[in-house]
């Protein structure tokens, strides 16, 4: 955690350390920017009232719909710049702390769908994973080159869905206002069997800015953090540990691909390592 006193110069010095989600893998393989709804800019959304907390500022839909099922493995990839997937630079600036979420809404159609008028659950997060020192999603992440993975929850109806992936960047979230929210969505289609409709929420509408999630001073020692939203479908969130978080790479980093794609991969593509 960064003490008191360097805070200011930290956000001087990564002011413009913004990120995207720009990527995703399925079951270890790299489908990249197939399915993604990129973003204008790598900028943040810092308003918790506009329809852009949805699925970003002109997000231009994709001409594809990734497959996947209940129980499948799913990895979204953030970097700081367009089409950037190097190792060498954090995902997203070293002082952006805070927690990783993941949502699905289901739509008639995910490539026409409006983000903003979906009905939203949570799939999964990570807040402060430990508080010894304390050690936020964000980092955690860094330390994977970018890539965050979840579990698609079983059960859940087939048909087509917009997946959410965010971070709250909360460096600056002593005042209203001040905490930024990075995010895209990703076009999918669900297969299988299931019949579940979780309960959902509006985005925006599912966050205040007064959350404690969202108006918080992280410099100071947590032992607790609030994720804001409501509770995950199907998984809970990682508890706080009270041991150092392990900053060894999961993901296997040395496989990582160093270019994108927007189409999707060939069938029985084989996938690597997951984090």
Sequence with gaps: MILPFLAATLFA???AAHATFQDLWINGVDYSQACVRLPASNSPVTSVTT???ACNVGASTSANKC????GDVLTVEMH??????????????GNHYGP???YMAKVSDATTAVGSSAAWFKVSEMGLPSDNPDYWATEVMNDNCGHYTFTVPSGIAPGDYLLRAEVIALHVASSVGGA????????????????????TVSIPG???????????????????Y?????SPYGTTSPTVAATAWPTTATWNTALQPSTTATTLPPAGATGIGQA
């Design 206 to 224: 599912a966050y205040g800015a007064n959350d404690p999630g969202i108006l918080i001073n992280i410099y100071q020692q947590l032992d607790a």
């Design 51 to 53: 329809t852009d907390l």
């Design 13 to 15: 010095s990564y002011a």
């Design 226 to 230: 609030t994720i804001p939203g409501p």
């Design 67 to 70: 497959p996947i099922s209940p």
């Design 80 to 93: 700081q710049q367009p089409g950037d997937r190097s190792c060498a630079e954090e995902a997203i600036g």
């Design 100 to 102: 990783i979420t993941v």
């Design 180 to 199: 930024q929210f990075y995010m895209s969505c990703f076009q999918v289609t669900v297969g299988g069997s299931g019949s579940t409709n979780p309960p």
